[in-house]
């Protein structure tokens, strides 16, 4: 029993102390940019809003020969 037990190969403390401190670094790396594509998608969504106001502003001017009241 003990033969089997010392046969059998795994990771050693050392070897995923690396692994995890490699990920760590990984992920370091990776949030500054995943946080600035979520600014650019939030910044792009809200100059299309303000489009689509716009546009909805000119509409109404036009088929109503005035500004909305507020």
């Known amino acids: 029993m003990m033969r089997l037990l010392r046969d059998q190969r795994g990771l050693t403390l050392t070897e995923l102390l690396a692994v995890l ?16 594509a979520e600014n650019d998608a ?3 969504v809200d100059q299309g809003n303000v489009r689509a106001i716009n546009a909805a502003l000119a509409l109404y001017r036009h088929r109503n020969n005035r500004c909305p009241a507020s």
């Open 21 to 36: 401190l490699i990920l760590g670094i990984l992920v370091v790396l990776a949030l500054p940019n995943y946080l600035a």
């Open 42 to 44: 939030r910044n792009t």
